[in-house]
């Protein structure tokens, strides 16, 4: 955990770091995102941000959700760099067999699965009017943790909720982003895809876990 920490920090740091050479031509943001996780893997599922199925327990669906800051810095009239962390939690369906004591089939559901990162980012944008731009850079994802949540409703009723521990701890990540500011609010929609298959080198052998995120943020000036 203190590895992971100290990488949080230092891919922080290089991200902020031609943001703060020159802080009083930068604006500041705190924010707000909703976010869905788009697995590309027939096992997998996407949750909504928030939903209602009278088929599952809790009935209520909540998924994905964070917070961040965020620094834009102008260089020219028609450019500017933006970097930004986020804390963030999403949320996406898993497939789950139950096995017996030889290992065979005896059934199968659907589990929510949570993971918890810290995403950075650093783009550069381009305006396409005074209020809109695109930008494009380089991005990252650190879980934190993960974890399974199973409702074995189908056994005893009983709620099981386990600690996923077969994806790797760092997933570089490709931003593509729109964005709207004007006076002291932006909004964003920006999708980051995925470098890399999720699982470590054992089951990377032989699976393969893709997926990417479409984050909807609406962020506010600080300063």
């Given at each position: 955990?203190?590895?992971?920490?100290?990488?949080?920090?230092?891919?922080?740091?290089?991200?902020?770091?031609c943001i703060y050479a020159q802080q009083h031509e930068a604006e500041y943001f705190v924010s707000v995102n909703g976010?869905?996780?788009?697995?590309?893997?027939?096992?997998?599922g996407m949750f909504p941000i928030l939903?209602?199925?009278?088929?599952?327990?809790?009935?209520?669906?909540?998924?994905?959700f964070g917070v961040g800051l965020a620094g834009v810095k102008k260089l020219t009239e028609k450019t500017a760099f933006k970097g930004q962390v986020n804390i963030s939690r999403s949320v996406y369906w898993e497939s789950f067999l139950f096995t017996n004591n030889v290992a065979q089939v005896t059934g199968?559901?659907?589990?929510?699965?949570?993971?918890?990162?810290?995403?950075?980012?650093?783009?550069?944008?381009?305006k396409l009017s005074p209020a809109f731009s695109i930008g494009t850079g380089l991005g990252a994802q650190v879980?934190?943790?993960?974890?399974?949540?199973?409702?074995?409703?189908?056994?005893?009723g009983s709620e099981y909720i386990g600690r996923n521990r077969f994806y790797k701890p760092l997933?570089?990540?490709l931003p593509i982003e729109l964005s709207y500011k004007v006076r002291?609010?932006?909004?964003n929609l920006r999708y980051e895809h995925g470098l890399?298959?999720?699982?470590?080198?054992?089951?990377?052998?032989y699976k393969t876990d893709k997926f990417g995120l479409i984050f909807f943020e609406f962020g506010i000036k600080v300063n």
């Open positions: 955990m203190k590895s992971r920490c100290l990488l949080i920090l230092l891919m922080f740091s290089l991200f902020f770091h976010n869905l996780y788009l697995p590309f893997n027939s096992e997998k939903g209602y199925d009278k088929e599952t327990k809790p009935k209520l669906l909540i998924g994905g199968q559901a659907m589990a929510s699965s949570t993971d918890y990162t810290v995403g950075l980012l650093g783009t550069f944008h381009y879980l934190i943790a993960s974890y399974l949540n199973l409702r074995e409703d189908l056994i005893d997933m570089p990540m002291k609010i932006f909004i890399m298959d999720r699982f470590k080198k054992d089951l990377a052998e």
